[in-house]
């Protein structure tokens, strides 16, 4: 069906612009008339949607957490098909501003902000859309907007928190590693020249290090393509279903990272659910929705067993406690909640406690790890000059 770019003044004498499909221009015109708007000019045109519809768009989670923030306070104060055209027409990114023109075209069609964001694929998130749905529905929308823009705020900080905190550690490794590389490449060898000229007998600590050092000259590249192999081999069973199960479980079972993992997926599932039972989204849904954001195949095929339970008559925290993966602070908070009729304050609330155990735990272990690579670091290097100066040590005992 043709599409056509219009241009029309509402009932408050504001100019409005946008595109809709119509089989005529005589057709979008009464189309507009029904809309109450008055068009001043349909020219023949290509939708942004069309054209481009082929073409997947995804924005980062900064920029999904600002754009519903900001799509959330217009919302307050006009209608959604203006806001979008304001947000558009701010937008800084080309690939943003895009995004928002058809979404806002979608609207001025006549469809729902919901199914306007659908069509987009990937662009905006399952769980996102139906909680728009759901304010949609409810006459809500701004208030959904404002809950979803604090979802996804809060995990943006846990994650900017949790990176941030591991940008020292991985910086330390690296420049370690580069450290003791070059050690063994360029500092052992030379030395070894010296030593093969006195023709002396070495330490064994000193031989060791002399066959680290040639196996690293000579067989790196084999190496590096091992470890190279290694790593997509590892990469491709983490796309098979089985494999990566096997390897989830295995990483909620370690001592610490374990335990920071769980919580993390928990209090991102708790905040998910809090948010879409606020919203109006029944359980069930709610937790079928939150259950495919879960990052552990582990949690996640917990949740959608959880959701047949849920379906069956099961109470949300007695499919918490068959689980067995998630804390008991979850769910003994989940039960009180349900208890008390209260379940979205008292998710909330153990999301927040999860997200604040997850800041500590994660300070603790970093403030250990610090030292432990400075130690080994430092261990490495004294076992290099060592087997440097055992010889040098005994060369000169023999000249006197």
């Avoid at 000229?197 to 330490?203: E, F, H, K, M, T």
């Avoid at 079928?288 to 990052?295: I, S, Y």
């Amino acid at each position: 069906m043709p599409t056509f770019e219009f241009s029309a003044i509402d009932r408050s004498g504001r100019t409005r612009t946008g595109a809709l499909a119509s089989p005529d221009g005589d057709t979008a015109r009464r189309t507009l008339e029904r809309r109450g708007l008055v068009a001043t000019q349909i020219t023949a045109g290509t939708s942004a949607a069309t054209t481009r519809s082929a073409r997947p768009v995804r924005l980062g989670a900064g920029a999904l957490a600002l754009v519903t923030r900001q799509l959330s306070t217009l919302a307050t104060v006009a209608p959604v098909e203006e806001a979008l055209r304001s947000l558009a027409e701010q937008a800084e990114s080309r690939k943003q501003r895009d995004l928002l023109s058809r979404v806002h075209t979608g609207v001025v069609e006549g469809m729902r902000l919901s199914d306007a964001m659908a069509r987009l694929g990937p662009a905006f998130p399952p769980t996102y859309r139906a909680m728009v749905a759901a304010g949609e529905a409810s006459g809500s929308l701004p208030q959904v907007l404002d809950r979803l823009a604090d979802l996804l705020e809060k995990k943006q900080d846990m994650q900017a928190k949790v990176s941030s905190a591991l940008v020292y550690p991985i910086v330390l490794a690296v420049v370690a590693l580069g450290v003791i590389v070059a050690l063994m490449t360029f500092v052992v060898p030379r030395v070894v020249e010296q030593f093969d000229v006195s023709g002396q007998r070495l330490p064994d600590i000193t031989n060791a290090m002399i066959a680290i050092s040639n196996l690293m000259l000579h067989w790196g590249w084999a190496i590096m393509l091992g470890i190279a192999v290694s790593l997509a081999l590892f990469a491709w069973a983490m796309t098979r279903p089985g494999p990566r199960l096997a390897f989830d479980g295995m990483l909620l079972k370690l001592p610490i990272a374990g335990r920071v993992i769980r919580n993390v997926e928990s209090a991102s599932l708790a905040r998910s659910l809090a948010t879409m039972i606020g919203s109006g989204l029944p359980v069930l849904e709610a937790l079928n929705l939150a259950g495919k954001t879960a990052g552990n195949t582990l949690i996640r095929a917990a949740a959608q067993e959880m959701a047949v339970q849920v379906h069956e008559g099961v109470g949300l925290s007695s499919a918490l406690r068959r689980a067995k993966v998630f804390p008991p602070l979850l769910v003994h908070l989940a039960a009180s909640g349900e208890n008390s009729g209260k379940l979205e304050p008292m998710l909330d609330r153990a999301a927040d406690y999860l997200e604040r155990d997850v800041r500590s735990a994660t300070s603790v272990a970093l403030s250990l790890l610090e030292p432990a690579i400075i130690l080994i670091m430092g261990g490495i290097v004294c076992l290099v000059i060592l087997s440097i100066l055992l010889p040098i040590l005994q060369i000169n005992t023999l000249s006197f």
